[in-house]
């Protein structure tokens, strides 16, 4: 394979932009990014980035699939299906999410990604960095668009099955279901990103939870608590929620689901400017409709999810009374960081690779267009659309 010296672009650093940078790649990493063209001494092969950007490669640590797959349809053609429809989108590493469902759904989906996580080939799309345990330990009241029967309190003996598979790098639990805290911790010996999701917890349970070693709450604003939810659950006092703590402790990060549906301008900003790009990161979060026309898709597993409908820009539950996750890619989801918020370029594609990769444990080798990291990169127009993707220095053939 023949180096590549990338030229007539822009590059996207974390904290800054490189006018008419020279990105050199080779033997699938990045040797150097420079604003003078690098002496070559062996042949190589010239990509023009005609006067766009270049970006490292995205990473989306909370997404169900795409294309008309779900990662919990369980076999590892839903499993390709997905990470390719996602890295047309520029995603370059993935994390498989799993939803509510029996434990052998949830086997099933690990055993489907275990199989093309080891084909380590360059064609399935996406690299799997490792599996989202996100359903089924969710709370009764924050179950969302998911299945109901599908969820349950965490027991040590279902998830330490899962966590033993070796592929879990990110786990989600409610903070107020009995044996949350035991799941942090053994989630914790794991080296796991530890999140708080679907919950209705209080202030005091995040309290515990933190010390748990939980720190990242998933979808802000989607499917968690807040003052007047807690009261509800806990009655007066009113009571601290999920969004004071996140947004009252620095140490703790979140993510937004940027579609322009989900929330609104000043909410994304809103989360930007108290969480800053270090520690909000941009998620698809999007379900199998992903690139899919308007029509009804199950949500989860193929053969019993719960139906939810796509009207072309967003999943909605049945009777259209909430929003069911997204149906578009992570091209879509920094655009509209762009146009919706404060953020510079830079930080809007932080959050979107350098920002998740911190906090999953993989920005040693990928994240952002730095020497030495993988040459999962992505080239776009000056409109932030799309036009070439290169995972390890392989151009995906769509
Ligand atoms: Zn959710
Ligand atoms: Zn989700």
């Known amino acids: 394979m023949k180096p590549l010296l990338f030229r007539n672009l822009t590059a996207i650093l974390p904290d800054c932009l490189v006018d008419e940078a020279w990105v050199l790649c080779e033997k699938g990493k990045i040797v150097s990014v420079s604003k003078k063209r690098p002496k070559m001494a062996r042949e190589f092969e010239v990509i023009d980035g005609s006067g766009g950007y270049l970006a490292p490669g995205f990473i989306d640590m909370h997404v169900h699939g795409g294309d008309g797959a779900d990662f919990m349809d369980g076999t590892s053609e839903a499993v390709r299906v997905a990470c390719r429809a996602h890295a047309r989108h520029g995603t370059t590493t993935i994390f498989p999410t799993t939803t509510t469902g029996s434990p052998e759904q949830i086997h099933a989906m690990l055993d489907a990604v275990k199989t093309v996580k080891s084909e380590k080939c360059l064609m399935n799309g996406a690299r799997i960095e490792g599996v989202h345990l996100y359903g089924p330990f969710f709370a009764e009241d924050k179950v969302g668009c998911h299945s109901v029967s599908g969820r349950r309190q965490p027991v040590a003996a279902e998830y330490r099955a899962y966590f033993e598979s070796g592929l879990v790098r990110i786990a989600t639990c409610a903070a107020e279901l009995p044996g949350a805290i035991e799941f942090y911790h053994e989630a914790k010996k794991r080296r796991c990103l530890i999140t708080c999701g679907h919950s209705n917890a209080s202030w005091p349970e995040m309290v515990a939870a933190f010390k748990a070693g939980m720190r990242h709450v998933d979808h802000f604003w989607c499917a968690m608590s807040n003052v007047a939810s807690v009261r509800s659950r806990l009655g007066v006092p009113m009571r601290g929620s999920m969004l004071e703590f996140v947004l009252g402790t620095a140490d703790m ?91 510079t370029l830079p930080e809007v594609v932080r959050m979107a690779s350098l920002t998740p990769a911190e906090l999953t444990g993989i920005a040693k080798r990928t994240g952002s267009l730095e020497a030495g990291k993988n040459a999962d990169v992505v080239l776009l127009s000056r409109k932030l659309e799309v036009r070439s993707v290169f995972i390890g220095g392989v151009e995906l053939q769509t």
């Open 253 to 343: 990060s979140t993510e937004v689901i940027a579609d322009g549906c989900h929330l609104a301008p000043e909410l994304l900003d809103f989360a930007f400017r108290l969480k800053g790009p270090r520690k909000l990161c941009l998620v698809t979060d999007a379900n199998r409709a992903l690139d899919l026309p308007p029509g009804n898709y199950r949500f989860g597993a193929v053969a019993d999810g719960s139906w939810f409908e796509s009207d072309g820009r967003v999943g909605w539950s049945q009777g259209r009374t909430s929003l069911a996750s997204s149906i578009v890619g992570m091209d879509h989801m920094m655009r509209q960081m762009k146009r919706d918020t404060s953020a």
